[in-house]
C-alpha cells in the first residue's frame, strides 16, 4: 500500500530562522511528487511537482529535493506571510489512475 | 479565469438528510476528484473520475455518491448513510498523466 509520512506535524520558527520538513514516502513505482501549502479554510495551493531522485525546484523562499525514500522542502530565512500547513502528495505508477496519496501535513508558524 | 469552483463555500444539514456538494471546473480537465479532511488528517479520497460517465471510488466511499454527466462537473452527494459527515470538503481536477491537480476552494458541511 501506497504511504506518505510527513514529520514534523508542527513546526515553530522565528523570522529568518531556516528549516526542512520531511515526507517520507512508499510507493509501488513513483509517477510523481507534490507539495502543496495550504491555509486555514482554503484548498491547497500547488508548489513544486518532482519526478526523479535527485531532482530540486526552487520558488522564492522554497526549495524541494527528491531521493528515492524521502522528499525536502527547505524554507530559507522565512517569513509570517509562510505560515500555512504543508502537504506532500505522492503519484503511483501502477494500476493506471491518476489518485494521489497524501500526507498529514506540517503546519509550519513563523514568528515575527 | 480558469478555475474550479465549489458551492456553496459553508453548507448546514440535519442529520438523516442528504446533501449535494457542487464542483465545477473550466479547465477541459478530464479528471476530477472528491476529498475529504478532518483536522490534523491529510485528504482522504471519496470518489474520482477519469472520463464522462465513469467513476471509481476511493479509500472512503461509503456514504457517498456520485455523478459525471458532463466532462466540467462533478457533483458530490453526502447520504443519511455517511455517519460522520461533517467535514471540509475539497474538489481537484487535473489532466491525464503525472500532473498536478488544481484544487477549489472547499466547502465546509456541518450536520447537526
Known amino acids: 500500500e501506497d504511504q506518505v509520512t510527513q514529520s514534523p506535524e508542527a513546526l515553530r520558527l522565528q523570522e529568518g530562522e531556516s528549516s526542512s520538513l520531511n515526507c517520507s514516502y512508499t510507493?509501488?513505482?513513483?509517477?510523481?511528487l507534490f507539495w502543496y501549502r495550504q491555509d486555514p479554510g482554503k484548498g491547497p495551493e500547488f508548489l513544486f511537482t518532482l519526478y526523479s531522485a535527485g531532482e530540486e525546484k526552487e520558488k522564492e523562499r522554497l526549495k524541494a529535493t527528491l531521493t528515492k525514500k524521502e522528499s525536502f522542502l527547505h524554507i530559507t530565512a522565512p517569513k509570517p506571510e509562510d505560515s500555512a500547513t504543508y502537504l506532500c502528495a505522492v503519484q503511483a505508477s501502477q494500476g493506471g489512475s491518476e489518485k494521489l496519496v497524501f500526507g498529514k501535513g506540517t503546519k509550519l508558524t513563523v514568528n515575527p | 479565469d480558469g478555475g474550479i469552483t465549489q458551492s456553496p463555500k459553508y453548507l448546514f444539514r440535519k442529520e438523516g438528510q442528504n446533501v449535494t456538494l457542487s464542483c465545477e471546473q473550466n479547465?477541459?480537465?478530464?479528471?476530477m476528484y472528491w476529498y475529504r479532511q478532518d483536522p490534523g488528517q491529510g485528504l482522504r479520497l471519496i470518489y474520482y473520475?477519469?472520463?464522462?460517465?465513469?467513476?471509481q471510488k476511493g479509500d472512503i466511499a461509503e456514504g457517498y455518491s456520485v455523478s459525471r454527466e458532463k466532462k466540467e462537473s462533478f457533483p458530490l452527494t453526502v447520504t443519511s448513510a455517511q455517519k460522520n459527515p461533517t467535514a471540509f470538503y475539497l474538489c481537484a481536477s487535473n489532466d491525464r498523466g503525472p500532473s498536478k491537480q488544481y484544487f477549489g476552494p472547499g466547502t465546509r458541511l456541518t450536520v447537526t
Open positions: 510507493v509501488s513505482g513513483l509517477r510523481g
Open positions: 479547465l477541459n480537465h478530464d479528471a
Open positions: 473520475s477519469q472520463i464522462v460517465n465513469d467513476f
